[in-house]
């Protein structure tokens, strides 16, 4: 079955920076749109960035835009999100997710979603 296992969270001091990852198995994962999303207590799921099958086509959200940078490493089944100059507004527990047909444009949504990670916890501290 699919799996998608997130690692990299942790505590950091607003400024600062951290690598999450997303390993996947399961799949054929080189042909899968996958996505972050975060979900911070008593808030609605949001989409953080997106990454086309290929990795050739990334999209973020206005309010990472510049400072984070999602990538793929097709070859080692793994999902990556670069995260720069944190702010506490930040802390959430981040998903990585994918979608459920090969070959599709990422989407922004998380219904567009099917296969979902447990989560890892960021914490920004001011």
């Known amino acids: 079955q699919v799996q998608l296992v997130e690692s990299g969270g942790g505590l950091v001091q607003a400024g600062g920076s951290l690598r999450l990852s997303c390993a996947a198995s399961g799949l054929t994962f080189s042909r899968y749109a996958m996505g972050w999303f975060r979900q911070a207590p008593a808030k609605e799921r949001e989409f953080v960035a997106a990454v086309s099958w290929s990795g050739a086509s990334t999209y973020n959200a206005d309010s990472v835009k510049g400072r984070f940078t999602i990538s793929r490493d097709n070859g080692k089944n793994t999902m990556y999100l670069q995260m720069n100059s944190l702010k506490p507004e930040d802390t959430a527990v981040y998903y990585c997710?994918?979608?459920?047909?090969?070959?599709?444009?990422?989407?922004?949504?998380?219904?567009?979603?099917?296969?979902w990670g447990q989560g890892t916890q960021v914490t920004v501290s001011s």
């Open positions: 997710a994918t979608r459920k047909a090969m070959y599709t444009n990422y989407g922004r949504q998380a219904a567009e979603y099917y296969y």
